[in-house]
């Protein structure tokens, strides 16, 4: 399955305003207020949200490492393998840094004690963990928007196309390539783009009911799809080589909205 991260038509639905930028700034001023609230402690408020400030450059890197270059390059494209090797090494370097910023500007810097050490395996673990929860939340907000987007691609193609039930077959036809609809006592057929006509059964009032906005009834036969007009008069309507009977009834509104 191909993802098209380009196809903003669908993507901006899940953006404040439609501006990716806007929503993401907000994501990231909430989650640091809310995360320097969460991981106070006895060093108080201050200090904790100056840890956080210190350590969201970090968290930030990796998350958009990991949902704009690891996800569309490997894990969308199935080469797992790459995808959790580049994570393995995106979650190690991060908490690698993460770990020097929070003993220099942190521990020493702040509180005064080093005593913790540069690379203490278990702070260092510690790092890796936090990256990775940070990363695992918003890589699955992500595959969700991109989910949704892909269902709702899906949707609208299949709202794109129409059944037609004719010689004990089901025709899946694109609604946009039917030029026309002729209407003959319980009988339909359909005049497609490519000169092919498929016949059901079925009446022309029954058929308008199934058809989108832009198709228009014109004549007591006979419905058109208005995209495909090219020329019209008080008596007939021109689509491709085909010349349609217009209906006296019919106002020229009916051809143009």
Do not use: C
Not at 10 to 17: M, S, V
Not at 76 to 105: A, D, E, W
Not at 203 to 210: A, F, G, R, V
């Amino acid at each position: 399955m191909t993802w098209n991260f380009s196809d903003m038509k669908f993507a901006n639905n899940f953006y404040i305003l439609n501006s990716r930028i806007a929503t993401h700034v907000l994501f990231w001023v909430v989650y640091y207020l809310l995360f320097g609230f969460i991981w106070a402690g006895k060093e108080g408020y201050l200090a904790s949200y100056y840890l956080e400030f210190i350590l969201l450059p970090v968290r930030i890197l990796a998350v958009y490492v990991t949902i704009y270059f690891l996800l569309p390059r490997f894990l969308l494209k199935r080469k797992f393998r790459n995808f959790f090797l580049g994570y393995g090494i995106t979650l190690l370097l991060g908490g690698i840094l993460q770990r020097v910023f929070i003993h220099l500007f942190y521990e020493e810097l702040l509180l005064n004690d080093s005593s913790a050490g540069l690379f203490s395996i278990m702070m260092l673990v510690r790092a890796i963990i936090l990256i990775n929860t940070t990363v695992l939340l918003i890589l699955g907000m992500k595959l969700f928007q991109l989910w949704s987007i892909e269902h709702d691609k899906n949707k609208t193609l299949e709202s794109d196309i129409l059944e037609i039930r004719s010689n004990r077959k089901t025709h899946r036809v694109v609604i946009d390539n039917i030029l026309f609809v002729e209407g003959l006592g319980n009988y339909v057929t359909f005049h497609l783009a490519d000169k092919t006509k498929i016949t059901s059964y079925g009446s022309i009032k029954n058929t308008l009911e199934q058809l989108p906005e832009n198709f228009r009834r014109v004549h007591k036969s006979y419905i058109v799809n208005k995209g495909h007009i090219k020329s019209y008069d008080t008596i007939s309507i021109d689509i491709q080589d085909t010349s349609i009977p217009r209906g006296k009834s019919i106002p020229d509104e009916v051809l143009l909205q």
